[in-house]
């Protein structure tokens, strides 16, 4: 048997997700590349944890610059590989 079309005759469409348009996002800011992916809680994390290195590094928050440098760069780059990959494997 064929399932018929859901109710409201409305058949849902899936959206090419470019892995550059992700990657890049990601890259300007930290987690959009998560969001446009389809993954908000990833998304959340990643730029919370980028936005305390951020913070850091300004002195709001009394962390050794060193360590904020390290943190916020390795999220920023974790950030632009998963926004880049996940996409790829969502295209």
Do not use: H
Not at 50 to 78: C, D, K, Q
Not at 82 to 89: M, N, P, Q, R, V
């Amino acid at each position: 048997m064929i399932p018929g079309p859901p109710p409201g005759g409305v058949v849902p469409m899936t959206r090419y997700r470019s892995p550059v348009v992700s990657g890049v996002a990601s890259a300007v800011i930290p987690g959009l590349g998560q969001l446009i992916n389809g993954e908000g809680d990833k998304a959340l994390g990643v730029f919370a944890v980028w936005g305390i290195a951020g913070l850091s590094l300004i002195g709001a928050i009394p962390v050794v610059g060193t360590v904020a440098w390290a943190v916020g760069g390795a999220t920023w780059l974790y950030g632009v590989a998963d926004g880049y990959f996940t996409g790829k494997k969502k295209s």
